[in-house]
């Protein structure tokens, strides 16, 4: 957190402050958090307006909704800052710009295409007719309560309609041009807003500077659909490995790390049921292909065809930018699928080997004599006697003729065999 002071006087005799929070992400739970708790801080510290520099290209509805009702509640003035150059609020941005008592937009930057996306990606025309008339009035109302322009607002819900900063402030779209943030609190100082009335005193403000912490950044992070999915997987694979080989602890300890990390991003965001259990069943399918060894591989194409299509379906909206991207599907779908025709390749190698039953296996394999007459074989020690009865020495080659109880009876090979 940076404190700065920027030149010029107040208003009203004592120093304003004002809190400038930084936003560059799309909106959703964890982003939505950050904003409202810069709101309430600006609230509770009495600050003389709270500025959020935005550049969002969107993001979730309940997110969005939670944003725009604090804004609307806050007692403290609130500017939405589209900055900087280079910067748009799409989407969920637009409810969030239009919700704001001053919005303001930085030279080159944009504003617009807030049509709803449905949970599918594409609902039926009854229902998207529904969403798109609900959304539209929305933003129309957000705009006209605050003196903007309403009918702009309707057709970038209706027909994702943008403007540049240039066209939004002749169109009534934006209500102030600048190019920096201090410039900005210059022109809105002594502005009244709409509808709270509130006469703003921003020149010369003491600029407190905010952006998402680390922690707020990493679960961020956590919530990113492609690594929600690898988590998943290797979470997935970790315990299967575990159980495969009983004992490592690490693997098991891995997964369910892995598995808990995955299980927070479903948690966090909207997740489709449909696309849950086509990856139960892949899992299913991949683990099933372990202990039935002669489906010739069908079991794991089957799966790698459920994680594909479940990774594709796991969120909802679809196309709102919360989705598993195909190739990481695809990398997931073919890594699993190598691993479990490996271990079917091993099993089906195990299972091809001749029964072992007790220790007649053991007839007609190579050893040596080592001291004490111990004689080595396959890597263990036997107590030996000679079929013949003819004393055995120190490096012998034997070839073992008969098990006796816990002992071998073993013969000379014949290269070594005594003339």
């Known amino acids: ?11 009203h005799g004592a120093t304003p402050r004002v809190l400038l929070a930084k936003f560059d992400n799309d909106i959703n739970p964890i982003t939505a958090d950050y904003l409202t708790d810069e709101i309430d801080r600006a609230n509770k510290r009495r600050y003389d307006a709270i500025v959020i520099e935005l550049d969002t290209p969107g993001g979730l509805v309940d997110s969005m909704n939670k ?10 003035p609130v500017v939405v800052y589209i900055a900087p150059q280079g910067a748009g609020a799409g989407s969920a941005g637009v409810f969030i710009s239009q919700a704001a008592d001053v919005l303001a937009m930085a030279p080159q930057t944009t504003i617009g295409a807030a049509t709803p996306i449905s949970d599918s990606g594409n609902l039926p025309s009854d229902l998207r007719r529904k969403a798109i008339n609900f959304y539209a009035s929305k933003a129309r109302a957000l705009a006209a309560t605050h003196g903007r322009n309403g009918t702009w607002a309707d057709s970038a819900v209706r027909k994702a309609s943008s403007r540049t900063a240039n066209e939004a ?25 709409k509808p709270k009335g509130v006469v703003l005193h921003t020149k010369g403000a003491e600029l407190t500077t905010v952006s998402m912490g680390f922690w707020k950044r990493l679960l961020d992070l956590l919530i990113d659909p492609n690594l929600i999915a690898l988590m998943l997987s290797l979470g997935v694979l970790g315990i299967v490995i575990e159980l495969w080989h009983p004992g490592l602890i690490f693997p098991a300890t891995f997964g369910v790390l892995c598995l808990a990390i995955g299980f927070y991003g479903l948690d966090v965001l909207p997740i489709s049921w449909a696309g849950v259990v086509l990856l139960v069943a892949a899992f299913a399918f991949w683990i099933t292909e372990l202990f039935i060894a002669f489906s010739h591989g069908a079991l794991t194409v089957a799966g790698a065809v459920c994680f594909v299509f479940g990774s594709l379906l796991l969120f909802e909206p679809a196309g709102s930018g919360y989705q598993v991207s195909l190739s990481v599907a695809l990398a997931v779908a073919g890594m699993f699928s190598l691993f479990f025709a490996f271990a079917l390749a091993k099993i089906v190698q195990i299972r091809r080997r001749p029964a072992s039953v007790g220790t007649h296996t053991i007839v007609g394999a190579h050893g040596q004599v080592r001291r004490d007459g111990l004689v080595a074989v396959r890597g263990e020690l036997w107590q030996a006697r000679t079929d013949d009865g003819e004393p055995l020495e120190v490096g012998d080659e034997v070839d073992v003729v008969e098990v006796e109880g816990l002992s071998l009876v073993v013969r000379r090979a014949r290269e070594h065999a005594t003339v």
């Open 169 to 193: 402030i002749r169109q009534n779209i934006a209500d102030v041009l600048a190019p920096s943030v201090p410039a900005l609190l210059a022109k809105i100082d002594g502005l009244k807003t």
């Open 67 to 76: 944003v725009v009702k604090k804004e609307l509640e806050s007692k403290v």
């Open 1 to 11: 957190m940076t404190v700065a002071l920027l030149t010029g006087g107040s208003a």
